[in-house]
Structures are given as structure tokens and as C-alpha cells.
């Protein structure tokens, strides 16, 4: 079986450096990979786009310390990792069986910096989508 991280990698430049500041974050469409590119301290990371909670867009949530907030009804994540942190960190999914579902870890993205180009690692399946 191949896992994802078995997949051949295609970078795309999605930015310049100065272009996304320490702090900020930017939505990327690619193909239909929704991606939110985000500069924590100089250190890039790419996460899927959009919340699991209820499939709404990660672009404007605030990022402190590490951890995504997301802007609709604030869980949070761990932006290296994608990790849920809140509410699966605070309440015991047992507690919130309604959630179960929306409680999930974000894709990440690999991210490499060439020169000034910011660029980021897609699968082929996505960058068949972003070829259309
Ligand atoms: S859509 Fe993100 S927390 Fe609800």
C-alpha cells in the first residue's frame, strides 16, 4: 500500500518570501486543494485550508504561539503538525460524541524555500486538479 508520504512530491511556488510576513498567514488554491500558507517567526507551513469542523475556510484565523485558531468557532491547531488541539486536547471525545466526526487533524504540506520563492510539496493527484 502507498501512503501519502510515498507519493511523489511536486513543488509549487506559491509566494515570495516578503510577500507573506512573520504573523500572517495566505489562502493558495491549488486545483481543488484548498491550502493555508502560513509564516510563524520565519518558519513556513502549509495546512489544509479549510476546518474540519464544519468546512469552512482557515484563511483569518489568528495564529499565536504555534497554534491555528480557527475563526468560526475557535479549535485550534498545531500548525507543524496539523494536530487538533482544542477541543480534543480539553474534552475527552467521549464527552462530545457529536463531534467526533468534525475532530480531525489537518493535512499538512511539505514547504521549502528556494532563493526568495516559497514553495510547496503537492501530490500528483493534486497537481492533476491544478492542471485543469
Ligand atoms: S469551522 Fe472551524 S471551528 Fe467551526
New binding site residues.
Given amino acids: 500500500m502507498v501512503g501519502m508520504s510515498d507519493r511523489p512530491l511536486t513543488y509549487i511556488t506559491v509566494a515570495k518570501v516578503e510577500e507573506v510576513l512573520p504573523g500572517q498567514s495566505r489562502p493558495i488554491q491549488l486545483g481543488q486543494c484548498s491550502i493555508l500558507l502560513i509564516n510563524e517567526a520565519g518558519s513556513f507551513y502549509a495546512l489544509q485550508g479549510v476546518?474540519p469542523?464544519?468546512?469552512?475556510p482557515?484563511a483569518d484565523g489568528k495564529i499565536w504561539k504555534g497554534v491555528l485558531d480557527?475563526?468560526?468557532?475557535?479549535?485550534q491547531y498545531d500548525i507543524r503538525t496539523g494536530e487538533n488541539l482544542y477541543p480534543r486536547r480539553v474534552y475527552p471525545l467521549r464527552t462530545l460524541p457529536h463531534l467526533c466526526d468534525?475532530v480531525r487533524s489537518l493535512q499538512t504540506y511539505p514547504v521549502q524555500i528556494v532563493g526568495q520563492e516559497v514553495q510547496v510539496g503537492i501530490s500528483e493527484c493534486c497537481l492533476e486538479c491544478f492542471a485543469k
Avoid: G, K, N, V
Avoid at 53 to 56: I, P
Avoid at 70 to 75: A, E, L, R, S, V
Fill in positions: 476546518c469542523h464544519q468546512d469552512l482557515l480557527c475563526p468560526w468557532h475557535h479549535f468534525q
